[in-house]
Structures are given as C-alpha cells and as structure tokens.
C-alpha cells in the first residue's frame, strides 16, 4: 500500500500552543527520520469539511499537544475520535496544565 502523505498530523489548541506547534512541526521536518510530510492547520488546512478525513486516510500518527484546553475544543476531540477509530497512531505530549478528563467530563 502507498504510505499515507502526512507523517504527522499536529493536534493542538491554537491560542494555547500554537507557537509551540509551529516550532515542533519545523523541528520534525528537520529530522533525518521524518521522510513525509506534517500537517498543522494554519499552514494545510484549506477546507475544513475535509479535516477528520485527513486525520482517518492521510495520517500516520496524530500527535497530540496535551495543554490544558485541548480537550475543550471539539476539533481536537473529533481529530482524536478519527484517530483511534482508524487505528491512527496517536502519541501525547503532555504539557503543562494538563489534566486528564474525570468520570464527570
């Protein structure tokens, strides 16, 4: 099968870590293990209706910048449920002010 296009899909909160995002994607793409492409938003995206489906057939590993909101905005949740629906590899990075989500949540 033809490798998917997107390495790594960054999941993140924009005005949390967005700053953050950028740096990790250029620090990826200079890696001499990263041979594809990374997707962060501000820089892909160019129709949202198509973003879970980038996450579902185009992605090889979701990774996932666990600050304290990233749970809170329903995009990340959905690029989350895509992944593990797909059996995308999913890898946190967890910053600070993180929590993970209780029974009540």
């Known amino acids: 099968p033809q490798a998917k296009p997107y390495q790594f899909f960054i999941c993140h909160h924009k005005a949390a870590r967005g700053t953050f995002a950028r740096l990790l994607k250029h620090s990826l793409l200079h890696h001499h293990r990263v041979t594809r492409k990374v997707f962060l938003d501000s820089d892909d995206l160019t129709d949202l209706d198509t973003l ?38 999913v890898v946190p990075v967890i910053l600070d002010g993180f929590q993970l989500p209780d029974e009540v949540w």
């Open 52 to 89: 879970f489906d980038t996450v579902a057939q185009k992605t090889t590993t979701l990774v996932v910048l666990c600050s304290a909101d990233v749970l809170k905005r329903l995009w990340c949740v959905g690029e989350l449920v895509m992944a593990q629906a797909y059996g995308i590899k």
